[in-house]
């Protein structure tokens, strides 16, 4: 890995500003150079939000993502806005569950995962960014799994830590359910 | 692992900590709404005193009377809300009062938008309140950065008797990166304050003020003031050189702006064009000492988020010798790399 570009983006309150940060954290514990980049502006709950994730081997020059290698997406207007952006040979993770239009483009790796009905099958609606993130961890290897459960361990704060567990078996599901 | 995974808005609030900064004041605005929020959150942990105040100017002035009770002390805004500002600011100079404004840029004039901008170059380096008085300036690039000068600045700002600006913007004020947060360069010890208006009881009174009525007392204070500019000028210059041994067409950026022109001299670079990079990290004082021997350089592109501010700038610092060039955007918008190489090759940036 030189360096990995990566957009995560959905509605606020899918979580996609913490599966983000989740990635540069682990990024950071593997002693990486990591960036990470919020959408900020008008956003409110239930608006679109975004934000972008750089892990690379040497420092990061520019920390803009124009063209990243790995998007994932949680509902039709993130689709629509960057599959025109993944390099190609990319891989576009997609919500099924929320997502209801097809990508256009044939030259991307397409992962059409039901992350929301896998969720509220392991009873939790809200762990369907995790359920993509660990078949991000599956496809790309971008860090390691040992890694993304140091920062669960070291981010979430103590009255939280009950869903450790949960988010544990949510990775473990998205990483055996990769199509 | 001392690492920590922070905003660059954070990453002020907790140089500030470190450096012993126990006192912060301050009025929300996006997008540096991260630095109030983390002195509210993290103060009362160590006996610190947070004010959200009711207005821009009642913060500075609170800052203006912290700085004379010998307090080390910040205020932060974004664009809008420093030009608010400006009239203290302008009253801390004169009365030679140490204290750090942070101002993470957004685009202007006016309200102007929330997306980051460089637009306020020229209110930071060359004034921006009334009379002959200077800030140091310093531009960060990273969030380690940014937390590296936001220490610095407090003991520059101790030292000088000055107040010192971090001048980032909307983008590196939101964006994380991993910090190193020990092992640094402590350069942040206090330093004694006999001039502090801390009650006189078994001492001469003492006086902070700006008012001189008589003409050759305020000379006075003009004539201190610029010996002291000066000397800040010989000493504190700071700029960072990439891929300069050789290069003949010299890329110049601060901040935000300058990560992409790194990356854009790598590019350039790819394709055989002997590109550098010359980043002040002082605005002001300007690094007119990266300029001085520029032998081989026959183009300068000047890159900012702004309409061209810091060019003249670096026209004085190369005495007009070489061409200098604009590339920017303005509104919140980011050059791409693309486009710098685009322009160097334009200009007669040609492979070697």
Not at chain 1, 111 to 129: T, W
Not at chain 2, 313 to 341: M, Q, R
Request: aromatic share 10%.
């Amino acid at each position: 890995m030189e360096r990995s570009d990566m957009v995560i983006s959905g509605f606020g309150g899918q979580g996609v500003l913490f599966v983000g940060f989740l990635l540069a954290y682990a990024g950071m514990l593997e002693g990486n150079y990591v960036c990470w980049i919020p959408s900020y502006g008008v956003e409110m709950r239930g608006g679109t939000a975004h934000c972008f994730v750089t892990i690379a081997n040497k420092e990061v020059s520019s920390p803009i993502v124009d063209r990243p290698s790995v998007v994932m997406v949680f509902n039709n207007p993130s689709l629509e806005k960057f599959e025109t952006a993944v390099t190609p040979g990319g891989h576009l993770f997609i919500n099924s569950s929320l997502v209801d239009i097809e990508p256009k483009r044939s030259d991307l790796i397409v992962h059409r995962i039901p992350a929301s009905d896998y969720a509220n099958e392991l009873g939790n609606s809200k762990v369907a960014n995790i359920i993509l993130l660990g078949a991000l961890i599956q496809a790309t290897e971008v860090v390691s799994i040992d890694n993304i459960y140091l920062a669960l361990q070291e981010i979430l704060p103590e009255k939280k830590k009950k869903m450790l567990p949960l988010n544990y078996e949510a990775l473990k599901f998205g990483m055996s359910n990769l199509v | 692992m001392s690492k920590k995974l922070l905003k660059g808005n954070e990453a002020i609030g907790e140089a500030a900590i470190k450096a012993n900064c126990r006192y912060y004041f301050g009025y929300p605005i996006t997008p540096q709404n991260e630095i109030p929020e983390f002195f509210a959150k993290e103060f009362p942990r160590v006996g610190g005193v947070f004010i959200q105040a009711e207005s821009e100017i009642a913060a500075i002035n609170m800052v203006y009377g912290a700085a004379a009770a010998g307090a080390r002390v910040m205020t932060s805004s974004s664009s809008p809300g420093i030009s608010l500002k400006m009239e203290g600011i302008s009253y801390i100079a004169a009365a030679e009062l140490p204290c750090v404004i942070a101002n993470i840029m957004r685009g202007g004039p006016g309200l102007g938008g929330i997306q980051p901008a460089q637009s306020d170059y020229f209110q930071a380096t060359k004034g921006g309140g009334h009379g002959d008085y200077r800030m140091i300036v310093f531009s960060p690039a990273s969030v380690q950065e940014l937390y590296n000068l936001t220490k610095k600045a407090f003991y520059l700002a101790d030292y000088y008797r000055i107040p010192v600006m971090i001048l980032g913007d909307g983008f590196l004020g939101q964006m994380m990166e991993s910090v190193e947060m020990d092992g640094q360069n402590d350069t942040c010890e206090p330093i004694p304050k006999p001039w502090a208006i801390t009650g006189c009881r078994g001492r001469e009174k003492q006086y902070i003020n700006t008012l001189y009525l008589v003409p050759e007392e305020l000379a006075e204070l003009n004539d201190r003031l610029q010996e002291k500019y000066r000397q800040i000028k010989n000493s504190e210059q700071a700029y960072e050189e990439y891929y300069m041994e050789d290069a003949d067409f010299v890329l110049v950026s601060f901040g935000i702006a300058a990560r992409i022109c790194k990356e854009a001299v790598d590019l350039a670079r790819d394709k055989g064009i002997r590109a550098g990079l010359i980043r002040p990290i002082t605005l002001w004082p300007f690094p007119e000492k990266a300029f001085a021997d520029l032998t081989r350089a026959k183009n300068i592109l000047n890159v900012e988020m702004n309409a061209g501010q810091m060019v003249e700038d670096v026209k004085l610092a190369v005495s007009c010798k070489i061409p200098v060039h604009f590339y920017g955007c303005t509104g919140g918008l980011l050059p791409s790399s693309k486009e710098i190489v685009n322009r160097i090759e334009m200009l007669g940036g040609t492979p070697k």
